[in-house]
């Protein structure tokens, strides 16, 4: 699911539905008051795969397609804590999570965000990201130590 969230994001989202993710790429100052972003728009549609595969993985009795399903719907929560939650804070949970993955992994989406354009961008994944940033945090950890 990394991977397709990667492909949609690079490609669709920086691509032709690029009106709804501008949103998300916009300076604080520069965001509207309300709690939701058009970017938000992208967990309803990406609900209606999973939909669809829980749908047809009950007709047919399919345990892949049942599975697919579950695999968007977990990642949709994955990507809703550690997006929305963990880096955005736009809920007040997990905010003692400090630990050397998290960090490399603020690190790696902050690298996204420094892009505000719809054009050249980085770190389109948000699980797995390039080494790097782990590598600067684990370094950071010896040098503490
Ligand atoms: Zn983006
Ligand atoms: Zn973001």
Redesign the pocket.
């Given at each position: 699911m990394e991977g397709v969230a990667w492909l949609a994001?690079k490609y669709l989202?920086?691509g032709f539905l690029w009106y709804l993710?501008a949103d998300?790429?916009l300076p604080t100052y520069k965001k509207s008051d309300s709690f939701f972003e058009k970017n938000d728009w992208f967990f309803v549609i990406f609900a209606f795969p999973s939909m669809v595969m829980y749908i047809l993985g009950s007709i047919f009795q399919d345990p892949i397609l049942f599975s697919i399903a579950i695999g968007i719907t977990v990642y949709g929560f994955a990507y809703f804590v550690f997006h929305e939650v963990v880096f955005h804070q736009r809920l007040n949970w997990f905010k003692k999570w400090r630990n050397t993955y998290i960090r490399a992994l603020r690190r790696a989406h902050g690298m996204?965000h420094k892009h505000l354009g719809k054009g050249d961008?980085e770190c389109?994944g948000l699980l797995i990201f390039p080494y790097k940033f782990l590598k600067l945090e684990i370094e950071k950890n010896i040098r503490n130590s």
């Open positions: 994001h989202m920086h993710h998300h790429h996204h961008g389109f």
